[in-house]
């Protein structure tokens, strides 16, 4: 009787030290640079593949352009879930513009913890170790395998991290769900947009700024297609759930000189796609746009198109459910499901015909200066990583 009343005794501290080693990690994280571009640095993957591999859990490292991804894993039977994060940060900007704390100086103000990361998401990867620490710790009655994809590059488009490592990682695991930890407000996200940039280019003839009758503006050209565009309207996706598209102009460049008009002006255009768009159909939409701001394809402009990033919806019910009781369970109120926001490597996994979710914290300071989050928060996200887990790997 004594030993169980130890062991309960025991199990209840460590629970309650959770909440501690969670909020250390998170801190741990932001003291370490990790900004993307360069999106090289080793210290943050070593300090986790130390950390998990002392909980009992399989680490490995993969590198792809000097850029580093750590898996860790807990290996059973079925289910197999991945869970997807990132450690790289945008850049912050001038330090002066942060008033709080240095941005990889962690600091916790009236509840708060600050520092570039503690949004977008050094945090809900400290929360997702503590869940899986927590899993790890009870194995020999939890069916099912967890890895954690702790990737790079996750901030410059995934060409480093999950683009060339998830299609990999699901050959060797056959993942039957994947959840990433992208801040959602503790929202459900039930998919993302996809992503195109553009340019377009606007033909003038130069001439001096005195004489303009003797050039053509290509300036002119362009201000007439900025307000063309932003008027466009894109047909709104068959799903009522799914975000509409949208189309941004992002960057503008004419001319060298004062007093010469150019022979060429350039915007950039950021368009967040459905799936029921494509390239062929994003290039037919805006040819019509600038057909009807006056402007003539070849003879005005040249449109140039990528395609970065794929949309990816996930249907599966069960899943969702699981989810949405898991955060409910939590927070006290039923989360609402949503497809917005930018991409995230969530849809590397999806692309797979894998089942993909988002679920993670306030997400009103990523990319700005004095980013943080609510340190509760923090903790509220460890348990519902916790529950989310424990519901999917319960002994059928």
Request: some cysteine.
């Amino acid at each position: 009787m004594t030993g169980m009343l130890s062991f309960a005794l025991a199990n209840a501290m460590m629970n309650r030290m959770t909440d501690d080693a969670v909020l250390k990690i998170a801190q741990e994280l932001i003291a370490i640079d990790t900004t993307n571009p360069p999106g090289t640095q080793p210290q943050a993957v070593e300090y986790l593949s130390r950390f998990l591999a002392g909980h009992g859990m399989t680490c490995w490292t993969e590198t792809v352009s000097g850029a580093p991804s750590l898996f860790a894993a807990m290996e059973g039977n079925e289910p197999a879930v991945c869970w997807i994060g990132h450690w790289d940060v945008v850049p912050p900007g001038p330090p002066e513009s942060w008033t709080v704390t240095a941005p990889f100086t962690p600091l916790i103000r009236d509840g708060m913890l600050y520092g570039r990361g503690a949004c977008d998401m050094k945090t809900g990867i400290a929360a997702a170790i503590g869940a899986a620490v927590e899993l790890a710790a009870h194995t020999r009655r939890r069916p099912g395998t967890l890895v954690l994809a702790i990737l790079a590059d996750e901030e410059n488009g995934g060409r480093r991290g999950g683009a060339p490592l998830l299609q990999n990682l699901h050959r060797r695991f056959r993942f039957d769900y994947g959840l990433v930890g992208e801040p959602t407000g503790f929202d459900l996200k039930i998919g993302r947009r996809g992503a195109c940039w553009g340019r377009i280019h606007f033909k003038g003839i130069q001439a001096h700024g005195a004489r303009p009758e003797e050039g053509d503006n290509p300036i002119l050209k362009l201000a007439g297609a900025v307000t063309a565009l932003s008027r466009t309207t894109f047909t709104r996706d068959i799903r009522t759930d799914f975000a509409d598209p949208t189309l941004s102009v992002t960057t503008a460049h004419a001319g060298d000189k004062d007093n010469v008009i150019p022979n060429r002006a350039t915007i950039g255009i950021d368009i967040r796609t459905t799936p029921s768009q494509s390239l062929q159909s994003l290039q037919t939409d805006l040819h019509r746009t600038l057909r009807e701001a006056g402007l003539a394809r070849n003879t005005d402009y040249q449109l140039e198109l990528s395609w970065l990033a794929d949309p990816y919806y996930t249907v599966h019910e069960p899943y969702i459910r699981l989810c949405s009781e898991s955060i409910e369970s939590v927070t006290g109120r039923t989360p609402r499901k949503c497809v917005q926001g930018g991409t995230s490597d969530g849809r590397f996994l999806a692309s797979l015909g894998v089942p993909v979710l988002e679920i993670g914290l306030e997400n009103t300071t990523l990319h700005k200066v004095n980013e943080s989050c609510c340190v509760e928060s923090l903790f509220k996200l460890k348990r519902i990583y916790s529950a989310v887990f424990n519901r999917l790997f319960q002994p059928s």
